[in-house]
């Protein structure tokens, strides 16, 4: 017998009966809006000084070589402004490049090595994406620990050759669908599939974004998502965005083709502007809902980034833009746009029943169904039945 039942029995020959303590088991929710008010804001405190010599010294001599630096960054500044006002020619251009880019690595080094700066990057107060150092580490970031993980996935997973030919991504491209706050979706009333609510535990404890090449459910993916793109570059730069699909079966061939799903143009893009805003784009094809095939196997759905031409400064119009959502290639796009890819994200999804609603609901078309080819048996005929193993002559 049980300790709290042997209890409960002494007690009710004493004439009483032990009260039973009841737990709740509601978990309760709370917003990330509240967390964050919730926890105490982080400010720098700078270490005492006097207490160390190795420290105190450490800090005189990051700040004189930072006084060093801010006057070799004059210098510099007075020949790339004398240097402007000379004819235009492609060495002038050339060597004005190279003293900007030393500008920019002397505005690094004078305050990488302060402490406030670390301690801010580390925790992420107040990070301002217009210092150049702030860019530098976020790109090194960048590079140490995302950029690995996308090149083993893309190139584990067969998007590069697939796709495209294989590159180095040079900006961290992420997608939002809205995983942790899916519940405040709102659509048309007729169409049940849009207020479902896919939300798990693991999902909540790992943000909003998803790690490359993960699987995501079709019910996850009806709503246009939201794109964080990280660039380390400080003027505005044009970017067409495309979505593809490389997994479409072609019947005719025997083989595969692409399907465009998103296609967005004169996307404006800086490092202190990283959202994409639909609204200021020109949106050639509008958001389709991934949909993978019945019968196939999974889909590789993914996001490209591509910078348009002169570094991003030519404007693209609609009328230059000829495509169509089954026939045109990505490849083929880049080449009509002159565009470069400079980054992707990708993630899988194979066939659900929620498939099926967004055929009927969203597309309003009949479903195909996809399958193997029945084996050819060679000892049976075309009735079905077994051949002769002889026949008379």
């Known amino acids: 017998m049980s300790l709290p039942r042997m209890l409960l029995k002494a007690g009710s020959r004493r004439g009483f009966a032990m009260p039973l303590r009841r737990f709740s088991a509601m978990p309760v929710a709370r917003s990330a809006a509240a967390e964050a008010e919730a926890a105490p804001k982080l400010t720098y405190k700078a270490p005492a000084t006097g207490v160390n010599r190795t420290y105190d010294e450490a800090l005189k001599i990051i700040a004189e070589d930072k006084i060093k630096r801010l006057e070799e960054i004059k210098v510099l500044q007075a020949k790339i402004g004398q240097l402007k006002q000379a004819a235009a020619t492609q060495e002038r251009d050339a060597e004005i490049e190279a003293l900007e880019d030393r500008v920019y690595k002397q505005q690094v080094y004078a305050e990488l090595n302060d402490p406030e700066v670390q301690w801010r990057f580390q925790h992420g107060v107040e990070v301002d994406m217009s210092k ?4 530098y580490m976020k790109n090194k970031q960048f590079v140490r620990e995302r950029l690995p993980v996308i090149q083993q996935r893309v190139t584990q997973m067969f998007v590069t050759p697939d796709l495209l030919p294989p590159f180095t991504p040079s900006m961290d491209v992420r997608l939002d669908y809205d995983l942790l706050g899916s519940s405040q979706i709102t659509a048309s009333k007729s169409s049940s599939l849009l207020a479902r609510v896919p939300m798990t535990a693991e999902q909540l404890e790992e943000g909003k974004y998803f790690e ?7 019910g996850q993916t009806l709503q246009q998502p939201k794109l964080d793109v990280g660039v380390f570059h400080p003027e505005q730069r044009l970017y067409t965005i495309v979505m593809v699909d490389p997994d479409v079966p072609d019947m005719d061939n025997q083989a595969y083709k692409q399907k465009l799903h998103w296609v ?3 996307v404006p893009l800086s490092a202190t502007q990283t959202l994409v805003d639909p609204s200021t784009a020109n949106v050639i094809l509008p958001y389709l809902p991934p949909h993978p095939h019945k019968g196939t196997k999974y889909h590789r759905y993914t996001v490209l980034v591509c910078e348009q031409p002169n570094k991003g400064q030519e404007s693209i119009s ?6 169509s959502r089954d026939s045109t290639t990505f490849q083929s796009l880049c080449s009509q746009l002159r565009l470069s890819t400079k980054g992707l994200t990708f993630f899988r999804q194979i066939w659900d029943k929620d498939v099926s609603k967004i055929y009927k609901e969203i597309l309003q078309e009949d479903e195909p169904v996809f399958g193997k080819m029945p084996r050819v048996d060679p000892l049976l005929d075309e009735a079905g039945q077994k051949k002769k193993k002889y026949e008379n002559l």
Not at 132 to 135: D, K, S
């Open 318 to 323: 609609s009328e230059a833009v000829n495509i």
């Open 212 to 218: 490359t090449g993960s699987y995501l459910l079709p």
């Open 264 to 266: 967005m143009t004169n």
């Open 132 to 135: 150049p150092v702030f860019r």
